[in-house]
């Protein structure tokens, strides 16, 4: 004769062999400077003191973004504008107060940090620094989230900017398939109006990358709607 496993019994087997997908919600604080680049804000856990980025649950009655723009206010002091959607995801092991670990599932939106504050709830509690994004990616201990970074910090994936232009931008600017030295005008176009010029003089192929990576990402910042699909415009000023 059989036993029939209770119910019970039947949930904690299931439970220890397929263990809940927790979901969380992160920001990740950037800023562009001259000298660095893409510069990531990172902050301690409270209890590890390993270096993260802000996170937490999702809110009731919050959309995604909403929720970790608050997080990134209440752990690390910063306010921006934040990605609608997220930027990518990772996961990790969250340790629970029994001790036991659940996975955890980590969606990502890229926060461009316009004001620091003075004081905010959690001040005090955490480190934190500015870091630039190859010393992000050694300092996290979440590989796929380094490797959001690393994307990041690649000229053309800045939000709303396209993964090719990276590659066009390393070429330095083409006009005619000839590399030039004069006076570059990189332009964003999209649906045949321009949104945004600017006047590079004698550009390396860095300034160049990098002179797209600002055009790109300040008209991002006046934009209601997603960017993409758009075009960069290389060409010789007049």
Request: charged share 30%; net charge positive; with cysteine.
């Given at each position: 004769?059989?036993?029939?496993?209770?119910?019970?019994?039947?949930?904690?087997?299931?439970?220890?062999?397929?263990?809940?997908?927790?979901?969380?919600?992160?920001?990740?604080?950037?800023?562009?400077?001259?000298?660095?680049?893409?510069?990531?804000?990172?902050?301690?856990?409270?209890?590890?003191?390993?270096w993260v980025?802000?996170?937490?649950?999702?809110?009731?009655?919050?959309?995604?973004?909403?929720?970790?723009?608050?997080?990134?206010?209440?752990?690390?002091?910063?306010?921006?504008?934040?990605?609608?959607?997220?930027?990518?995801?990772?996961?990790?092991?969250?340790?629970?107060?029994?001790?036991?670990?659940?996975?955890?599932?980590?969606?990502?939106?890229v926060?461009?940090?316009?004001?620091?504050?003075?004081?905010?709830?959690?001040?005090?509690?955490?480190?934190?620094?500015?870091?630039?994004?190859?010393a992000?990616?050694?300092?996290?201990?979440?590989?796929?989230?380094?490797?959001?970074?690393?994307?990041?910090?690649?000229?053309?994936?800045?939000?709303?900017?396209?993964?090719?232009?990276?590659?066009?931008?390393?070429?330095?600017?083409?006009?005619?398939?000839k590399?030039?030295?004069?006076?570059?005008?990189?332009?964003?176009?999209?649906?045949?109006?321009?949104?945004?010029?600017?006047?590079?003089?004698?550009?390396?192929?860095?300034?160049?990358?990098?002179?797209?990576?600002?055009?790109?990402?300040?008209?991002?910042?006046?934009?209601?709607g997603?960017?993409?699909?758009?075009?960069?415009?290389?060409?010789?000023a007049?």
């Open positions: 004769m059989k036993l029939k496993k209770k119910p019970q019994a039947k949930a904690a087997v299931k439970k220890a062999l397929f263990p809940k997908l927790l979901k969380q919600v992160a920001a990740l604080p950037i800023r562009l400077t001259q000298d660095i680049g893409l510069e990531v804000l990172l902050v301690t856990s409270r209890e590890t003191k390993r980025v802000p996170k937490g649950w999702p809110m009731k009655g919050m959309k995604g973004h909403e929720a970790a723009a608050i997080e990134a206010r209440e752990e690390a002091g910063v306010i921006g504008r934040i990605s609608k959607k997220p930027a990518g995801y990772y996961t990790y092991d969250k340790r629970q107060p029994d001790g036991r670990t659940d996975p955890c599932r980590v969606a990502v939106y926060l461009t940090v316009t004001e620091q504050l003075e004081t905010w709830r959690e001040k005090g509690q955490r480190e934190m620094q500015w870091v630039g994004s190859e992000a990616t050694v300092l996290l201990q979440e590989p796929e989230l380094a490797s959001l970074i690393r994307d990041l910090a690649r000229p053309a994936t800045w939000p709303g900017t396209a993964p090719s232009l990276a590659r066009k931008a390393r070429a330095g600017p083409v006009v005619e398939n590399i030039v030295d004069a006076r570059v005008e990189i332009s964003v176009v999209k649906s045949g109006k321009t949104l945004s010029s600017e006047v590079v003089i004698s550009p390396s192929k860095t300034d160049m990358a990098t002179a797209v990576a600002r055009l790109c990402l300040k008209v991002q910042e006046t934009q209601s997603p960017l993409w699909p758009f075009q960069v415009v290389v060409r010789e007049d």
